[in-house]
């Protein structure tokens, strides 16, 4: 899972013109400080914004993030809800002193260094979720974006005409989309059943 997640970050980042790279090659050992950086990503053509950022970004914020240390977590059955947060303190080990001062050094000392989570979900509910963006603030995260955000990007830039047999990703939706598994705008990969009416009972015979 960790390998089709990073897979589909690079390949969303890149397709914003971001140029990445991954932070290590090797599978870190346990209790290593480093092993929850995955990218370090970096936008040549950053525009400067006029006011404050959001938390939650979508992909027209992209165009305002300079440079990002980006921690994956996919998780893609869970939702970060203040729950899991406050039972889940190996999120936000990235971010410590020692490992992240490396990273700011290895990366260059100009301009911003955004601290970017990738997530499966954040609740739906408001006050769950502000609950939520509150204690990833706390600890530090500068920004998050959300696994359904990226997919539906790429979904929506893929042609079905074109071949991308350079990326597994884009061609796997390439196939999906050429078949009417996807359509740009949606993620569902089958279409829901039509639901089955129910016979009707037949009216009582009152003749006679």
Not at 62 to 82: M, Q
Not at 183 to 198: D, I, N
């Amino acid at each position: 899972m960790a390998a089709i997640s990073e897979m589909i970050v690079r390949e969303y980042f890149e397709q914003h013109g971001f140029l990445l790279r991954q932070y290590r090659k090797h599978v870190a050992p346990a209790g290593r400080e480093d092993q929850d950086l995955d990218f370090l990503a970096l936008n040549p053509n950053a525009q400067i914004r006029s006011g404050e950022p959001p938390f939650v970004l979508s992909s027209p914020d992209l165009a305002f993030l300079e440079r990002a240390v980006v921690v994956i977590r996919g998780w893609h059955t869970h939702v970060f809800s203040p729950a899991l947060l406050a039972k889940a303190p190996e999120l936000f080990r990235f971010i410590e002193n020692k490992a992240f001062q490396r990273v700011v050094r290895s990366f260059g000392k100009n301009g911003t260094l955004t601290k970017l989570l990738v997530v499966p979900a954040l609740p739906q509910e408001v006050q769950l979720r502000d609950q939520s963006i509150n204690i990833l603030r706390a600890k530090g995260i500068d920004a998050v974006i959300p696994f359904r955000t990226m997919l539906t990007d790429l979904v929506n830039q893929v042609e079905a005409s074109r071949n991308y047999q350079k990326s597994d990703v884009l061609q796997l939706i390439r196939i999906l989309k050429n078949y009417d598994f996807l359509k740009s705008g949606q993620l569902e990969l089958f279409k829901a059943k039509p639901k089955r009416l129910k016979p009707q009972k037949e009216p009582a015979d009152d003749s006679g």
